[in-house]
């Protein structure tokens, strides 16, 4: 047997762990050939023609390429995606597709339980509300309020993690401590006070108006981004005493070059896996909080409000309470699949652990 | 080791300080503690200015927060500001039903997360182990509150239907719990459902890290070489292995306790326990700084306290680990 066989077999195992993965120790034993090989070759301009000592043609491609191949391989996360994108797009078309408003009451159909009739699939609660609609119009705002975190705690985390990591000193000390604060705060206690007392409605400064889901995205970002902080800090600080960047100092490269070009590529992986992990948190702290009535506020629409109404309508109307949850269910799910699929893809040394 | 205690604590008790100033300014300067005194017609304008020279309300906040940090040492956090209430009663009260909820659930959650955990690492891929993924991913991705409430359904639809009463879906005590076995058969029957709550949302955190170290474990030299020199597979597994899987465990185990005896805000506000939790909550409803503040400065102390607690048990039970 070729030794190559080995190597491939063995780097399957490291893939270990996690959802779907059943199916790939099986897809490396099925490929009889010396290295497995996907059927389809792909970006033909970039990959170089090499061929072994065996006579096996072989594809060099670029690291994202094999990223993308892993990923694609990971069933359970193209099939997440898949949902995720079809949520994504009812959301945003959810005027066009939402068979009814969201305050909308069809007084015909009072407290009805989930049918097909009229396009009640969730039922309707006490006022005749479809919810269906309120649903979709609640994944909008929520969706929408968990991109929002991510991005922004993304920008924050990796920019004061890469200052951090690279310069060291004062910023580095400042942000650590900082960090530790956050870390030895109970964080549910000071988003709950943080939002009970600044985010309840709009506020105006000057020409900006921060509408309410936006101060609760601020709020949750600015408690969020510090994990993502110190995962940068981690690499860079590795990565400043490496020879690629030494050769780019010496070659002139400026700081700013330094970091964004050199050592920041290093950092995607992470950073990428990082930010579904928070789109996911993002998407369960702001249910409970709209649901405990301190996160998003009426007339705006989130999932976790919609099944605080549910709650106080009573037991009979148990399809109220059920799929807004359902739906948060599926969308948290499917995020965290993506991120394995991601972890997996951009980052296959980590997956020895998880 | 007792240098490392100590600097922690000294670093803890200024990070208590920074926090508490913020979080007081944070409540002080956008809640009127007495707003709804102000709304009511029966209070009178004395009665609001006598609350106000009493709390020093109309003071600036820095010297409110100072009036604040006395109270709190010389006089068991102060009283609540309508109702002149004293504090701590109610605090200990709360935190009594807390650590019987926290303690139950978690006890229970570890014995079953470390069967689940170990069983899946030493079956990998198996059927077994695939099922218990699937209900981590699961768990993991659930809100506690949504759980909470689908149980709560799910238990009055059984009551409807079959007129049988297994668990209460609210309070944490009946009408009449009556004494001895009957007050123990009620508090069990009112706690059941929030402890399974809390109970499900740790499995699926402790199992994924008891099955990660526990498959660290089982591939590392010591475990083969005490193959190697042919012990039993039985002793190999509980001696050698699974006794040292679990320091990891106990690290986040400590943590995750630290934070819920701040009350598990959520499952105590659907099952509307007494605790810790809801009695943040309604504090938070009506805007008063002071119990938020004595609640806030409990709740991250044994935070503090945990933290150390773990850094120390990973110390002492992983003796590779060196504290400088």
Excluded at chain 2, 261 to 276: P, Q, R, S, Y
């Amino acid at each position: 047997m070729p030794a190559d066989d080995q190597l491939a077999q063995s780097r399957e195992e490291l893939h270990v762990g996690g959802l779907g993965s059943s199916s790939r120790p099986a897809a490396a034993r099925a490929g009889t050939g010396s290295i497995v090989l996907p059927e389809e070759p792909s970006g033909a301009g970039m990959d170089l023609q090499l061929s072994y000592e065996s006579g096996v043609e072989l594809k060099a491609r670029s690291q994202w390429a094999y990223a993308r191949m892993r990923f694609f391989r990971h069933r359970l996360a193209v099939a997440s995606i898949v949902v995720l994108i079809l949520i994504s797009l009812v959301a945003i078309f959810a005027k066009q597709i939402a068979p009814y408003g969201y305050d909308e009451l069809d007084l015909n159909n009072i407290a009805a339980p989930p049918t097909l009739k009229d396009h009640h699939w969730f039922g309707t609660d006490l006022l005749g509300r479809d919810y269906l609609s309120r649903v979709i119009f609640g994944v909008r705002t929520s969706l929408w309020v968990a991109v929002f975190v991510a991005v922004l705690s993304t920008l924050i985390g990796t920019t004061l993690g890469a200052i951090a990591g690279y310069y060291g000193g004062t910023v580095d000390n400042l942000l650590m401590r900082f960090t530790d604060l956050i870390l030895t705060l109970p964080g549910l206690a000071v988003l709950l006070t943080a939002a009970a007392y600044l985010g309840s409605s709009d506020s105006e400064f000057g020409p900006i108006t921060l509408t309410q889901p936006v101060k609760v995205g601020l709020i949750l970002a600015f408690l969020f981004w510090t994990g993502l902080a110190r995962i940068v800090r981690g690499v860079f600080l590795s990565l400043r005493e490496k020879e690629f960047v030494e050769a780019a100092k010496a070659s002139g490269a400026s700081d700013m070059r330094i970091i964004i070009r050199h050592i920041l590529p290093n950092c995607v992986g992470p950073i990428v896996v990082t930010m579904t992990l928070i789109i996911a948190t993002a998407i369960l702290v702001e249910a409970a909080l709209s649901f405990l009535g301190f996160g998003i506020q009426p007339p705006n629409p989130a999932l976790g409000s919609l099944i605080a109404d549910g709650q106080v309508q009573g037991f009979e109307t148990w399809w109220l309470v059920t799929f807004p949850g359902l739906v948060i269910v599926v969308i948290a799910l499917a995020v965290n699949f993506v991120g394995d699929g991601l972890r997996d893809a951009l980052d296959p040394t980590q997956r020895i652990r998880a | 080791m007792l240098t490392f205690v100590i600097r922690r604590l000294l670093y803890s008790v200024v990070v208590l300080l920074a926090a508490s100033f913020i979080i007081f300014t944070f409540v002080s300067v956008s809640g009127d503690p007495v707003a709804f005194l102000r709304m009511q017609p029966t209070a009178s304008e004395i009665t609001i200015q006598r609350i106000e020279e009493r709390k020093h309300l109309n003071d600036p906040i820095p010297v409110r927060y100072v009036y604040w940090l006395q109270d709190m040492v010389t006089n068991e956090f102060g009283t609540t500001t309508i109702g002149d209430r004293p504090i701590l009663p109610d605090l200990t009260r709360v935190m009594g039903h807390t650590l019987q909820l926290v303690i139950a659930a978690e006890l229970l959650a570890i014995l079953v997360a470390v069967g689940i955990g170990v069983y899946s690492a030493l079956r990998q891929y198996s059927v077994f182990d695939y099922t218990a993924t699937t209900f981590s991913f699961v768990g993991l991705a659930t809100p506690v509150f949504w759980l909470a409430l689908m149980l709560q359904v799910l238990f009055v639809y059984i009551y409807q239907w079959t007129g049988v009463r297994i668990f209460y879906v609210a309070n944490l005590s009946g009408v009449d719990p009556g004494t001895g076995i009957h007050f123990l058969l009620d508090r069990a029957q009112h706690l059941a459902l929030p402890v399974l709550v809390l109970m499900i949302a740790s499995i699926a955190t402790y199992s994924r890290y008891m099955r990660a170290s526990m498959l660290e474990v089982v591939n590392s030299d010591y475990v083969r070489t005490a193959r190697a020199k042919g012990l039993p597979e039985r002793s190999v597994t509980m001696r050698h292995a699974f006794r040292n899987a679990l320091i990891p465990l106990v690290t986040i185990v400590a943590l995750n306790f630290g934070g819920l005896l701040g009350g598990a805000v959520v499952t105590e506000t659907v099952f509307g326990l007494d605790g810790m939790g809801l009695y943040f909550i309604n504090a938070l409803n009506n805007g008063d700084p002071y119990p938020v503040m004595a609640w806030l400065m409990v709740t991250a102390t044994l935070v503090i306290v945990f933290n150390l607690v773990a850094d120390i048990a990973y110390g002492y039970l992983d003796p590779r680990v060196r504290y400088d």
